[in-house]
């Protein structure tokens, strides 16, 4: 399926209307430039769709709100790397990760204002809410087959009319390398967070996103930019979608007041056909790829994201591995350029045993 995908994706991204191209190692485009923090900034508008009152959006984490974490330590003295290992096709490894709970809350864009946001299915962490800090997902519980994976990964809630649709059973969350140097991945500093896509971005923005993969899917449908009208009724029919995050890091900040100036999509090296991080945003981290299924199908006519119509689907992503184990997962099946199940055993490559035991944590 990942093969597929990527094959096709390269003539979707293509025919885009932005300046994008397929490197080796993913989709590629221009990375924002990140907003420079003045004194006494307040956050008066964050990510869009999702606006942060000034006066309400400190959090035990960002105690002046100004919509800035640094990291600390922060990651200097790092240059993009144009360096070509070996060609492997996968360099990747899978959270599969249930749902746990729904709920108006997003402790990203509305830290410490339960209800404040639309509704929210979340997976992995089970005490996510409003008031999560990094602190409190160390310390909570999981859905994800790993143990040490307790970040909280959240997108909108799909309804089919008044009928909310959650995915059942472990979802797939790929982590991969989206630079050609996947020998340069490293892992995600502690605490760090981000929102990938937009609620209020157009149907075209979506469908331009350099996050897109497959977009809408179902049966034999694919590359949907709206709910497919042609979605088969069976048993063995879902909706399905694909969809990127960034993976290139200041090295500076854990979260900024829009949720995405921290992080950047990789970009094309001139004169290559290879993937690099860019110059403001050098640090090379895993790319996560959210594979999501809904159990629905037939008629979807009545369907809608809680952010609104289809196109306005994104994700967030708050870290909180414990930092050996995924740590081990990267080294193992990212750099080690294998295509791992969520144990860190790639099946084609049994030689090179696993990065977990039988119960998902470090031997």
Not at 40 to 66: C, F, K
Not at 322 to 334: G, I, N, R, S, W
């Amino acid at each position: 399926m990942a093969r597929r995908s990527k094959i096709v994706s390269t003539t979707l991204i293509t025919g885009a209307l932005l300046l994008t191209s397929l490197g080796l190692g993913g989709i590629a485009m221009s990375a924002e430039t990140p907003p420079a923090k003045s004194a006494g900034a307040g956050v008066t508008a964050a990510h869009a769709g999702h606006t942060m009152a000034a006066s309400s959006a400190s959090s035990p984490e960002d105690p002046d709100g100004d919509g800035y974490i640094p990291a600390n330590p922060p990651v200097t003295g790092v240059t993009p790397s144009t360096k070509e290992p070996p060609h492997r096709y996968f360099h990747e490894f899978q959270a599969n990760c249930s749902v746990s709970h729904t709920k108006a809350d997003d402790p990203i864009v509305y830290p410490q204002q339960p209800g404040a946001s639309h509704g929210h299915t979340f997976m992995g962490n089970t005490t996510t809410d409003a008031a999560s800090t990094t602190a409190s997902l160390e310390a909570g519980r999981t859905t994800c087959k790993a143990p040490g994976d307790k970040s909280g990964y959240w997108m909108p809630t799909l309804s089919n009319g008044d009928k909310p649709v959650l995915p059942i059973g472990p979802q797939t969350i790929y982590y991969k390398a989206g630079v050609t140097d996947y020998t340069s991945v490293r892992t995600f500093p502690r605490g760090l967070r981000f929102v990938v896509g937009d609620p209020m971005q157009s149907a075209e923005e979506f469908r331009n996103h350099p996050g897109f993969v497959e977009g809408w899917e179902c049966g034999d449908s694919f590359f949907n930019i709206e709910f497919p009208k042609d979605c088969p009724s069976r048993p063995d029919v879902q909706l399905n979608i694909r969809f990127q995050a960034p993976s290139c890091w200041d090295g500076k900040y854990l979260d900024t007041p829009d949720h995405r100036s921290h992080m950047a999509y990789p970009v094309v090296n001139p004169g290559t056909n290879n993937n690099v991080c860019p110059a403001d945003h050098p640090v090379a981290l895993p790319m996560i790829e959210f594979k999501m299924a809904f159990p629905v199908n037939g008629d979807l006519s009545k369907a809608r994201l809680a952010s609104g119509p289809s196109w306005s689907f994104h994700y967030d992503f708050f870290n909180a591995w414990d930092a050996p184990t995924l740590k081990a997962l990267v080294d193992h099946c990212v750099v080690g350029a294998l295509q791992c199940d969520a144990r860190g055993y790639d099946q084609t490559h049994p030689e090179a045993g696993a990065a977990l035991d039988e119960n998902y944590e470090l031997p």
